[in-house]
Protein backbone atom coordinates (compact mmCIF):
# COMPACT_ATOMS: atom_id res chain seq x y z
CA UNK A 1 0.00 0.00 0.00
CA UNK A 2 1.24 3.42 -0.42
CA UNK A 3 3.20 4.83 2.12
CA UNK A 4 5.01 7.65 2.39
CA UNK A 5 7.45 7.47 5.34
CA UNK A 6 8.91 10.90 6.64
CA UNK A 7 12.06 11.72 8.93
CA UNK A 8 12.48 12.12 12.33
CA UNK A 9 11.89 15.43 14.83
CA UNK A 10 14.02 18.27 14.24
CA UNK A 11 15.22 20.58 17.07
CA UNK A 12 17.01 24.40 15.43
CA UNK A 13 18.04 27.31 16.14
CA UNK A 14 16.58 30.47 14.88
CA UNK A 15 18.36 31.99 11.48
CA UNK A 16 19.47 27.83 10.84
CA UNK A 17 17.93 25.73 7.94
CA UNK A 18 16.69 22.07 8.35
CA UNK A 19 16.26 19.53 5.57
CA UNK A 20 13.47 16.97 6.03
CA UNK A 21 12.30 13.76 4.11
CA UNK A 22 9.75 11.62 2.74
CA UNK A 23 10.23 7.95 1.40
CA UNK A 24 8.07 6.74 -0.65
CA UNK A 25 6.85 3.06 -1.28
CA UNK A 26 3.68 1.06 -2.69
CA UNK A 27 3.60 2.93 -6.38
CA UNK A 28 5.40 4.16 -8.29
CA UNK A 29 6.92 6.94 -7.00
CA UNK A 30 7.12 9.17 -10.41
CA UNK A 31 3.51 9.16 -11.22
CA UNK A 32 2.58 11.11 -8.48
CA UNK A 33 3.72 14.44 -7.25
CA UNK A 34 4.53 15.01 -3.49
CA UNK A 35 2.98 18.00 -2.38
CA UNK A 36 4.22 19.82 1.65
CA UNK A 37 1.77 21.01 4.29
CA UNK A 38 2.55 22.65 7.05
CA UNK A 39 0.65 22.35 10.47
CA UNK A 40 0.09 24.62 13.53
CA UNK A 41 -2.36 25.53 16.23
CA UNK A 42 -2.47 29.00 15.59
CA UNK A 43 -2.85 28.76 11.56
CA UNK A 44 -4.00 25.62 11.14
CA UNK A 45 -3.12 23.67 7.67
CA UNK A 46 -1.27 25.69 5.23
CA UNK A 47 -0.15 24.47 1.45
CA UNK A 48 3.44 24.88 0.81
CA UNK A 49 4.02 23.30 -2.26
CA UNK A 50 4.78 20.76 -4.47
CA UNK A 51 6.95 18.34 -6.82
CA UNK A 52 7.21 16.97 -9.87
CA UNK A 53 9.06 13.98 -8.83
CA UNK A 54 9.30 13.10 -12.49
CA UNK A 55 11.02 16.13 -13.91
CA UNK A 56 12.00 17.85 -10.51
CA UNK A 57 9.34 21.06 -11.40
CA UNK A 58 8.09 23.02 -8.51
CA UNK A 59 5.45 25.30 -7.77
CA UNK A 60 5.55 26.95 -4.53
CA UNK A 61 2.72 28.78 -2.48
CA UNK A 62 3.67 32.74 -2.82
CA UNK A 63 3.61 32.55 1.44
CA UNK A 64 6.33 29.88 1.05
CA UNK A 65 8.60 31.29 -1.41
CA UNK A 66 12.15 31.48 -0.23
CA UNK A 67 11.64 29.43 2.88
CA UNK A 68 10.79 26.49 1.26
CA UNK A 69 13.13 24.46 -0.96
CA UNK A 70 11.82 21.13 -2.33
CA UNK A 71 14.03 19.06 -4.05
CA UNK A 72 14.11 15.44 -5.26
CA UNK A 73 15.74 11.60 -5.72
CA UNK A 74 14.30 9.26 -8.43
CA UNK A 75 16.85 7.22 -6.99
CA UNK A 76 15.74 6.50 -3.84
CA UNK A 77 12.08 7.47 -4.14
CA UNK A 78 12.69 10.57 -1.66
CA UNK A 79 11.34 13.94 -1.55
CA UNK A 80 13.21 16.43 0.77
CA UNK A 81 11.99 19.97 1.57
CA UNK A 82 14.62 22.34 3.07
CA UNK A 83 13.22 25.02 5.30
CA UNK A 84 16.04 28.24 5.62
CA UNK A 85 16.17 31.18 7.63
CA UNK A 86 14.27 29.66 10.31
CA UNK A 87 12.23 32.01 13.04
CA UNK A 88 10.18 30.55 16.02
CA UNK A 89 7.13 30.73 13.57
CA UNK A 90 8.86 28.03 11.70
CA UNK A 91 7.89 25.85 14.60
CA UNK A 92 5.26 23.57 13.17
CA UNK A 93 4.36 19.76 11.80
CA UNK A 94 5.75 19.52 8.37
CA UNK A 95 3.97 16.92 6.09
CA UNK A 96 4.19 15.21 3.11
CA UNK A 97 1.27 13.92 0.81
CA UNK A 98 0.58 12.49 -2.37
CA UNK A 99 -2.84 13.03 -4.10
CA UNK A 100 -5.31 9.80 -4.48
CA UNK A 101 -5.52 9.57 -7.33
CA UNK A 102 -8.78 10.77 -7.30
CA UNK A 103 -9.35 13.66 -4.89
CA UNK A 104 -8.00 14.38 -1.89
CA UNK A 105 -4.49 13.14 -0.37
CA UNK A 106 -2.41 10.31 1.32
CA UNK A 107 -0.02 11.92 4.49
CA UNK A 108 3.13 10.76 5.81
CA UNK A 109 3.44 10.21 9.14
CA UNK A 110 5.01 14.24 10.01
CA UNK A 111 7.38 15.58 11.08
CA UNK A 112 8.02 18.44 14.17
CA UNK A 113 10.45 21.32 13.53
CA UNK A 114 11.14 22.84 16.80
CA UNK A 115 13.05 26.83 16.21
CA UNK A 116 14.31 27.85 19.58
CA UNK A 117 18.04 29.25 20.78
CA UNK B 1 -7.01 31.94 -2.03
CA UNK B 2 -10.26 30.54 -2.01
CA UNK B 3 -10.64 30.66 2.21
CA UNK B 4 -13.01 27.70 3.41
CA UNK B 5 -15.06 28.40 6.61
CA UNK B 6 -15.35 25.21 8.63
CA UNK B 7 -18.11 25.32 11.59
CA UNK B 8 -18.80 24.14 14.24
CA UNK B 9 -15.29 24.97 15.82
CA UNK B 10 -16.09 22.21 18.59
CA UNK B 11 -18.81 19.19 18.76
CA UNK B 12 -19.99 17.12 22.08
CA UNK B 13 -22.16 14.43 21.25
CA UNK B 14 -23.20 10.92 22.76
CA UNK B 15 -22.41 7.67 21.35
CA UNK B 16 -25.56 6.65 18.38
CA UNK B 17 -26.20 10.26 17.49
CA UNK B 18 -25.77 11.83 13.88
CA UNK B 19 -23.39 14.73 13.85
CA UNK B 20 -23.25 17.50 10.73
CA UNK B 21 -20.05 19.29 10.26
CA UNK B 22 -20.11 22.29 7.39
CA UNK B 23 -17.87 24.03 4.92
CA UNK B 24 -18.61 26.98 2.90
CA UNK B 25 -16.04 27.69 0.53
CA UNK B 26 -15.34 31.81 -0.29
CA UNK B 27 -16.17 30.61 -4.33
CA UNK B 28 -17.75 27.51 -6.07
CA UNK B 29 -15.44 24.92 -5.88
CA UNK B 30 -17.60 22.21 -7.97
CA UNK B 31 -17.01 19.59 -5.54
CA UNK B 32 -13.57 19.46 -5.43
CA UNK B 33 -13.91 18.95 -2.21
CA UNK B 34 -12.25 16.32 0.63
CA UNK B 35 -13.23 15.48 4.13
CA UNK B 36 -10.59 14.24 6.54
CA UNK B 37 -10.09 12.92 10.31
CA UNK B 38 -7.34 13.52 12.47
CA UNK B 39 -6.83 11.81 15.97
CA UNK B 40 -4.22 13.01 18.14
CA UNK B 41 -0.50 11.97 17.51
CA UNK B 42 -1.66 10.96 13.90
CA UNK B 43 -1.71 12.53 10.44
CA UNK B 44 -4.88 13.35 8.84
CA UNK B 45 -6.56 10.43 6.67
CA UNK B 46 -8.71 11.07 4.01
CA UNK B 47 -12.47 9.93 4.62
CA UNK B 48 -14.49 11.55 1.41
CA UNK B 49 -12.69 13.08 -1.54
CA UNK B 50 -14.89 14.61 -4.89
CA UNK B 51 -17.68 16.20 -1.84
CA UNK B 52 -19.50 12.93 -1.16
CA UNK B 53 -17.42 9.99 -2.59
CA UNK B 54 -16.23 7.38 0.51
CA UNK B 55 -12.17 6.80 0.22
CA UNK B 56 -11.41 2.96 0.20
CA UNK B 57 -11.80 1.58 3.97
CA UNK B 58 -14.23 4.12 5.24
CA UNK B 59 -17.26 3.38 7.71
CA UNK B 60 -20.09 3.96 6.05
CA UNK B 61 -21.65 5.91 8.68
CA UNK B 62 -19.49 8.57 7.19
CA UNK B 63 -20.92 10.79 4.12
CA UNK B 64 -20.39 14.12 2.97
CA UNK B 65 -23.08 16.22 0.32
CA UNK B 66 -22.73 19.59 -1.09
CA UNK B 67 -22.20 21.74 -4.12
CA UNK B 68 -21.35 25.08 -4.75
CA UNK B 69 -19.93 26.83 -1.90
CA UNK B 70 -21.78 24.91 0.81
CA UNK B 71 -20.35 21.69 2.26
CA UNK B 72 -20.98 19.21 5.20
CA UNK B 73 -20.01 16.04 6.44
CA UNK B 74 -22.40 13.81 8.40
CA UNK B 75 -21.35 11.23 10.86
CA UNK B 76 -24.41 9.04 11.54
CA UNK B 77 -24.01 6.68 14.47
CA UNK B 78 -21.62 7.99 16.67
CA UNK B 79 -18.89 5.27 17.86
CA UNK B 80 -16.01 6.29 20.62
CA UNK B 81 -13.22 5.80 17.56
CA UNK B 82 -14.51 8.63 16.13
CA UNK B 83 -13.38 11.33 18.32
CA UNK B 84 -10.94 13.00 16.12
CA UNK B 85 -10.53 16.38 14.65
CA UNK B 86 -11.99 17.04 10.90
CA UNK B 87 -11.57 19.53 8.59
CA UNK B 88 -12.28 20.19 4.88
CA UNK B 89 -10.01 20.72 1.72
CA UNK B 90 -10.53 22.43 -1.63
CA UNK B 91 -8.59 21.10 -4.70
CA UNK B 92 -10.39 23.27 -6.91
CA UNK B 93 -8.33 25.83 -7.23
CA UNK B 94 -4.66 26.17 -6.36
CA UNK B 95 -3.18 26.37 -3.77
CA UNK B 96 -5.20 24.19 -2.07
CA UNK B 97 -6.82 25.48 0.89
CA UNK B 98 -8.18 23.75 4.26
CA UNK B 99 -10.84 24.43 6.84
CA UNK B 100 -9.94 25.47 10.56
CA UNK B 101 -11.36 22.03 11.53
CA UNK B 102 -13.88 20.55 14.28
CA UNK B 103 -12.95 19.02 17.07
CA UNK B 104 -15.14 16.16 17.82
CA UNK B 105 -15.86 15.10 21.37
CA UNK B 106 -18.11 12.55 23.13
CA UNK B 107 -20.44 13.63 25.63
Known amino acids: QVQLQQSGAELAKPGSSVKISCKAS????????ISWIKQTTGQGLEYIGY????????NYNEKFKGKATLTVDKSSSTAFMQLSSLTPDDSAVYYC??????????WGQGVMVTVSS | DIQMTQSPASLSASLGETVTIECRAS??????LAWYQQKPGNSPQLLIY???SLADGVPSRFSGSGSGTQYSLKINSLQSEDVASYFC?????????FGSGTKLEIK
Open chain 1, 97 to 106: ARLSGYGGYY
Open chain 1, 26 to 33: GYTFTSYY
Open chain 1, 51 to 58: INTGSGGT
Open chain 2, 27 to 32: EDIYSN
Open chain 2, 50 to 52: DAN
Open chain 2, 89 to 97: QQYNNYPPT
